[in-house]
T-cell receptor, first 112, second 116 residues
Framework: SQQGEEDPQALSIQEGENATMNCSYK?????LQWYRQNSGRGLVHLIL?????REKHSGRLRVTLDTSKKSSSLLITASRAADTASYFC????????????FGRGTSLIVHP | ETGVTQTPRHLVMGMTNKKSLKCEQH?????MYWYKQSAKKPLELMFV???????ENNSVPSRFSPECPNSSHLFLHLHTLQPEDSALYLC???????????????FGEGSWLTVV
């Protein structure tokens, strides 16, 4: 299956610490996206990284992509209680239908 | 506000009822989606519509019937559902083959469905 698998499944940290989540996938991709979901709400797109990019930043978010290892990581620096949410990676396969396939997500809890 | 509006937000229905979920997108996108999200499972893609034409149906039981009258509106008609169909149903839209956007998906807030 193309879907990304996030690791860890759950992460609990203190406010101010950094949070790192990883995503692994199996086949070639066109791009990889990270989404966030607050409890009981819809998913919100955070950042997209293309297969020819290695790193992207957006505010306190940093995403890396290693296509040789078929993996990506999402780093949230100086976390806040408001960052508590589930984080999903979604992969868009090369030469495919352009529809992202989502993993199970990482549940992040940031304690104040 | 994501530009994708779903109604109702919560729905409780009996197994013999017929109900519908509604979705409207105000983003000018050409594709709309229904996803199902159950606890401890990956997000499941149910249906995709591209310019009102259904392009994906991921082996969804016939008790779920989608309708896309135009590129801004999407419905999910529900009939004789089972308790295991209880889940969060998410509507989404995107600009398929959208060049620089890389097919970013915009989700609604979801409709919580409970089948009793």
């Amino acid at each position: 299956s193309q879907q990304g698998e996030e690791d860890p499944q759950a992460l609990s940290i203190q406010e101010g610490e950094n949070a790192t989540m990883n995503c692994s996938y199996k086949t070639s991709i066109n791009n990889l996206q990270w989404y966030r979901q607050n409890s009981g709400r819809g998913l919100v797109h955070l950042i997209l990284i293309r297969s020819n990019e290695r790193e992207k930043h957006s505010g306190r978010l940093r995403v890396t992509l290693d296509t040789s290892k078929k993996s990506s990581s999402l780093l949230i620096t100086a976390s806040r209680a408001a960052d508590t949410a589930s984080y999903f990676c979604a992969t868009v396969a090369s030469g495919g239908s352009y529809i992202p396939t989502f993993g199970r997500g990482t549940s992040l809890i940031v304690h104040p | 506000e994501t530009g994708v509006t779903q109604t109702p937000r919560h729905l409780v229905m009996g197994m013999t009822n017929k109900k519908s979920l509604k979705c409207e997108q105000h983003l000018g996108h050409n594709a709309m989606y229904w996803y199902k999200q159950s606890a401890k499972k990956p997000l499941e893609l149910m249906f995709v519509y591209n310019f009102k034409e259904q392009t994906e149906n991921n082996s969804v039981p016939s008790r779920f019937s989608p309708e896309c009258p135009n590129s801004s509106h999407l419905f999910l008609h529900l009939h004789t559902l089972q308790p295991e169909d209880s889940a969060l149903y998410l509507c989404a839209s995107s600009q398929l083959h959208g060049g620089s956007s890389g097919n970013t998906i915009y989700f609604g807030e979801g409709s919580w469905l409970t089948v009793v």
